[in-house]
């Protein structure tokens, strides 16, 4: 079962890419030899700026904000009844310092230098990660929850609450 979850989370890698909608603050140049610059600009207001207010325990879905200790995306189920939260990561950047902030038994399946894959079983608590991506121009993200893709009016992002257009989607820095 969970062999045929990555399989299929993996083929479906190839779809992540949705809508854009903006990132966060512009990073300096890496040092040391063969640096090379990193892409300028910041995130979107949107998806910067704080916790949305719409995030809590009880609330059905996905949140996800940006600030200056990094990334922070939340999922929550409402009711104690079981659900299954899955999804991927995506960055042109290095994802580092990936901490995982969850009740027992949820994974971080593959934590790789370009991507992160997570399955977490919630039980009406809140679930997620929270993680950096220094010299990156994108970030992608996927989330479903009982195996179907969340709806958009489930998910939440920054204090604004705003909704991505897809999910699939990708917040992009600009300028």
Not at 53 to 68: E, I, K, R
Request: proline share 5%.
């Amino acid at each position: 079962m969970l062999k045929r979850w990555i399989t299929g989370l993996l083929a479906g890698a190839t779809l992540v890419g949705g809508s854009m909608v903006g990132l966060m603050p512009g990073a300096a140049a890496a040092g040391g030899a063969g640096a090379t610059t990193c892409p300028t600009g910041h995130y979107p207001a949107d998806v910067v700026g704080g916790r949305p207010t719409l995030a809590h325990v009880g609330a059905t879905g996905m949140a996800l904000w940006a600030d200056h200790f990094g990334w922070h995306l939340r999922v929550s189920e409402a009711g104690k009844d079981r659900a299954v939260f899955t999804g991927q990561i995506v960055t042109d950047g290095v994802i580092k310092d990936i901490a995982r902030r969850t009740e027992g038994g949820d994974l971080v399946l593959d934590a790789g230098t370009h991507r992160v894959l997570y399955r977490f079983t919630n039980y009406g608590a809140v679930d997620g990660i929270d993680f950096v991506v220094p010299c990156s121009s994108y970030v992608r993200f996927a989330v479903s929850m009982n195996h179907t893709a969340l709806p958009t009016s489930h998910i939440v992002l920054g204090a604004g609450n705003a909704h991505p257009a897809s999910n699939p989607f990708t917040i992009s820095k600009i300028s």
